[in-house]
């Protein structure tokens, strides 16, 4: 348990659920809170899957509005705000490389900074009535903690655009059209169909899980070689123990 944020481990999941009254405003405190949760789910080995909820009226509605104030308040304010969005760039890079699926689930609304925290995970399911939305532009600013880059790299710079460009709002049901969302289902069935997910996930070998993870990641950076890695990790996965048992059991139950 941190601040404004409770954590539950339930097998190979750890269950981080952000309770900031009364939107999980991100704020610097909301921020080393989910921070601290990333450290703990990368340090015990026994999780594979780090699942992200609210308890909240919002999954996140954003920055704190607080800090926006401040911001504008004195000549140092915009520095101060500038480095929260460092902060929160940091914390989203660290949940899209780590080395476990991390799940975002989605019941409410989901905006700017909330959506960028979403965006970052390499899963997301959503309410049908969720409101999820970068609405940065209405107020001169932009989605700065990574959702330009990670809306366009995910559904291209046509939606992007349309959602970054027209400060747009969209429920559940568009997003996963639009593919911001792998899966959309209506609110009341969301909790366990999120919880189904992240144990689906979970079963998987928590190596292999994070090999794929590299690799995929490699398909959209230029400066890596996609088809290396692939020989690279393959290769680790072959002395992998977990690797090497699930191999032989497959084997053994195929010849009997």
Known sequence: MTAFVSTRRIGHVLVATLSRPPVNALDDKLIAALDAVVDRAIDDTGVAVLHLRSDQRAFSAGADLALI???FATPQGPDAMTD???KM???YWRLESAPLVTLAEIDTLALGGGLELALACDLRVAALEARLG???ARLG???GAGGTQRLTRLCGPGVAKRLILGAELIDGALAERLGLVQ?????EQLADFARDIASRYAAMPKAALAANKRCIAAATDPARDGYADEIVETRTLYDHPDTRL???DFLA???H
């Open 253 to 255: 139950k195929r010849t």
């Open 89 to 91: 760039q940091r914390l």
């Open 84 to 86: 929260v969005v460092r």
């Open 134 to 136: 970068l609405p940065e």
């Open 69 to 71: 104030e401040a911001c």
């Open 141 to 143: 600013l932009l989605p």
């Open 183 to 187: 899966w959309a289902v209506p609110r």
């Open 246 to 248: 699930r191999v032989s």
